[in-house]
């Protein structure tokens, strides 16, 4: 799972994506999951959350968040 979150995250030029941009990568990606049950989001979701190399942005550089959705996260990486 990490490495389909690092590879939705890698198309952005920063690092820096919005969840419902991961979803939306993922489903235009993977087939699958346009029609699977919306379980995945929370794997997803639960994945973001409790991975080092992943870091919830923010709120500076999200003012705007109205919905889950809108959350932004940032690609740890080695470097950082």
């Known amino acids: 799972m990490t ?9 952005s030029l920063n690092l820096l994506v ?28 639960h994945n973001l959350s409790l991975n080092r190399c992943f870091k919830k942005a ?4 999200a003012p705007k968040v109205s919905t889950i959705c809108d ?4 690609v740890i990486t080695r470097a950082s």
Do not use: M
């Open 58 to 61: 923010e709120t500076a550089e």
């Open 3 to 11: 490495d389909l979150l690092y590879s939705s995250a890698r198309a």
């Open 18 to 45: 919005l969840l419902k941009e991961i979803y939306s990568w993922v489903c235009k990606h993977f087939p699958y999951f346009r029609t699977a049950p919306q379980g995945w989001k929370n794997s997803i979701r």
């Open 71 to 74: 959350l932004l996260w940032l």
